[in-house]
């Protein structure tokens, strides 16, 4: 297991993730675990008692995680969202855009690599789950 | 035309580093193959059967003469002296080293130019009306909506990796030039009985192996709610598009199982959801598009005679030219179809020489149509015999537009790695038959459309008549396909029954040519005479 990059500075959840299906037979877990085929919006409901969800990506080419965290931040869920898996420098700034703050590749990332990715680009066009103000934003301002 | 600001160059100067960096790490050994792939296709570069493939973006296939020339120093410095215009109003080189690519992206940047998405799992480069802001027949221009599509679609985070190619037309008049319904979404913009313009969308069209024509999901959309729209149809899409075969991947078959209604259901439902989010632009942005596709400066008198007194010339004047919205001006078509000629192929020197006669005639603008051929938009007509005068030495001057010599193929089995048989070829042997039995003008309009596989890059279930190669016991067949049209009368060609040989394909599209002089009526397109008699007089023809 590489190591874990986590862009927040909280307290980590000390027990693992369960399945979504999991987590909804149960009331008690702090932290689930989306599968690509799983509706991210069946969390949506129990958001306040989660600390911690996991976006599985088994193959880097299945995009469904992007769209399942950027639901989840759309509806307000502010704890850590970590991509694991299939994670690969390439698609770390798409995904930091969609809203993930930690990442847990199945294979070690180069530092310097991971630190140009989050730096490439100046501007973004449009809006998605992070803080940045879209080009077209701009040129209105 | 559209110009970069400095975001729009910023954005483009970072796409070139980033990928510099990564055929760096791959040339490394750092990034797999299985790694690199899906970015160098972000990046138009394929690997094709005999080098790297290039495919470079013409957003909504609008051009200037300094950016057609730098196309053609391309071609000279990087590829073989010539480049392949595509079905999508983009052109690719097909001799290119991969060392070379970032330098080919980089020498792009400085005219605004880009391969940004024109292949893989994304958002494609958006395509759009050939004669936008010059067709008598259009609502309104249709190219900002498409500029504004381009730069939501551009990067962007949740919809790059998606279950498979994503495709977008833009047109703005009935008449469709655009194979709008043949896409994956096709946006038609409308006004409305209280004068608003709106956009209708039709989702999940396409072609390739299970063709479908699109259906509407949303009469009016306005247009201050058009990316969000977007942005909609494609959640729903990357939620539930198929990843387990890539076959049934396409967003037309998610349509095709949920029902057109459940899919415009989910769209609504998360629409409604995703109109609080704000990722909606300020309409300010559009109207600043609009301002760069503002009508060039035309002579309020200019002339509309035409000197017809050469044949040859009036000849291409009848089949290339096309009506334009200002008395006195057309839009010129320059045929990319010689006779015997590669469809689309077109050389440096011609490249050079199509950009000056857009200077001199057309306000420095060209356009790419998705049959392959280059417009000249805005030609005064006074000037129409000195550009064909000057088209004509050059070779450009076939008058072929829409006929039977104007054939779509896609580059087959002679380039393509996933190709089964040839497509150039027979459609070499094809004009050059027409050509030579002088039937090409009696038959008028009569679009052809060659595929070398199953992947119909070469349109051939919307062509009047549809060829398609197949591998047939490792030796090259060829099915027969009639009644398909891509335009506003949209329809799916089907097949007429057992294949040919290369040679009988060629006679097979002469016999089938000879059943419609023999039945048609007045006025009639082949289209329309097969529409009313059906397919079986020309079954009987071919195999009887």
Redesign the interface.
């Known amino acids: 297991m590489a190591e874990l990059l986590r862009y927040r500075d909280d307290e980590m959840v000390d027990h693992p993730a369960v399945t979504v299906d999991a987590f909804l037979d149960q009331s008690n877990a702090g932290a689930v675990r989306i599968e690509p085929g799983d509706d991210a919006r069946d969390l949506l409901p129990h958001l306040e008692r989660l600390a911690l969800v996991e976006v599985n990506f088994p193959a880097f080419g299945d995009g469904r995680g992007y769209s399942s965290a950027r639901i989840l931040r759309e509806a307000g869920y502010d704890g850590e969202l970590r991509a694991v898996g299939d994670v690969l420098v390439d698609q770390l700034a798409y995904m930091r855009r969609c809203g993930f703050d930690a990442f847990e590749p199945d294979q070690q990332l180069n530092k310097d690599d991971v630190q140009a990715a989050f730096e490439r680009w100046p501007e973004v066009y449009q809006s998605a789950a992070d803080d940045r103000t879209p080009i077209w934003t701009k040129r209105h301002a | 035309m559209y110009k970069y600001?400095q975001?729009?160059q910023?954005?483009v100067d970072?796409r070139v580093?980033?990928f510099r960096?990564?055929a760096r790490?791959r040339l490394e050994g750092?990034?797999t193959e299985d790694?690199f792939k899906?970015?160098r296709l972000m990046n138009g570069l394929y690997l094709q059967l005999h080098a790297y493939m290039l495919r470079v973006a013409i957003p909504y296939g609008t051009l200037d003469s300094r950016q057609m020339h730098a196309l053609a120093d391309i071609a000279d410095k990087y590829d073989r002296g010539y480049g392949h215009f595509t079905t999508r109003q983009n052109i690719q080189y097909n001799w290119i080293k991969l060392e070379d690519a970032a330098d080919i992206l980089a020498d792009l940047s400085k005219v605004e130019m880009h391969a940004i998405q024109t292949s893989g799992?994304c958002i494609r480069n958006i395509s759009s009306d050939h004669f936008a802001g010059a067709a008598a027949d259009e609502v309104v221009d249709p190219r900002p909506y498409a500029e504004l599509l381009r730069?939501?679609s551009?990067?962007?985070?949740?919809?790059?990796?998606?279950?498979r190619k994503f495709k977008i037309a833009v047109i703005a008049s009935d008449t469709d030039r655009a194979a709008m319904r043949l896409h994956d979404i096709g946006i038609q913009i409308v006004q409305n009985d209280a004068g608003d313009l709106g956009a209708a969308f039709y989702v999940g069209g396409g072609m390739g192996r299970t063709p479908m024509i699109a259906p509407c999901i949303n009469a009016f959309v306005p247009l201050d709610r058009l990316?969000t729209y977007a942005e909609a149809c494609l959640?729903v899409y990357?939620?539930y598009g198929r990843?387990d075969n890539k076959y049934k991947a396409r967003i037309k078959i998610l349509v095709h199982e949920l029902g057109a209604e459940e899919y415009a259901r989910q769209v609504e439902e998360e629409f409604a959801?995703m109109l609080d989010?704000?990722?909606e632009?300020?309409f300010?942005?559009l109207e600043?598009i609009r301002t760069f596709f503002e009508d060039p400066l035309f002579e309020a008198d200019a002339s509309s005679d035409i000197d017809r007194s050469d044949p040859d010339f009036a000849l291409w004047v009848d089949r290339n030219t096309v009506a334009h919205k200002a008395d006195g001006y057309a839009s010129a078509v320059i045929s990319l179809k010689p006779v015997g000629g590669i469809p689309g192929d077109a050389t440096a020197e011609q490249m050079r020489l199509m950009a000056d006669l857009a200077k001199d005639y057309s306000f420095d603008e060209l356009r790419v149509m998705h049959t392959q051929n280059i417009v000249l938009p805005h030609v005064r007509k006074a000037d129409l015999h000195a550009l064909w005068t000057a088209l004509d030495e050059a070779g450009l001057g076939a008058p072929n537009l829409d006929t039977v010599e104007d054939i779509i193929a896609c580059p087959g089995l002679d380039y393509c790695s996933l190709a089964n048989a040839r497509s150039i070829p027979v459609a070499q042997r094809i004009s050059e038959r027409f050509a030579k039995t002088g039937k090409t003008e009696t038959l008028g309009q009569l679009k052809l459309k060659i595929s070398g596989c199953i992947n119909a890059c070469g349109h051939h279930h919307a062509g009047h008549i549809g060829i398609l190669g197949v591998d047939r016991k490792g030796v090259e067949n060829y099915q027969l396909l009639l009644g398909g049209s891509e335009a506003e009368d949209v329809s799916l060609a089907k097949i007429t029954g057992p294949g040919f040989d290369e040679h009988g394909i060629v006679d097979a599209v002469e016999t089938v040519t000879t059943v419609y002089e023999r039945e048609r009526e007045d006025g009639e397109r082949f289209l329309d005479t097969y529409r009313r008699i059906g397919m079986n007089p020309f079954k009987e023809a071919l195999y009887g």
């Open positions: 600001d975001y729009d910023a954005m970072a580093e980033e960096d990564q790490r750092k990034l790694q899906p970015l799992n730069q939501w551009s990067f962007h985070p949740e919809f790059s990796y998606l279950p990316v959640r990357n939620r990843r959801h989010q704000g990722v632009p300020p300010a942005e600043r």
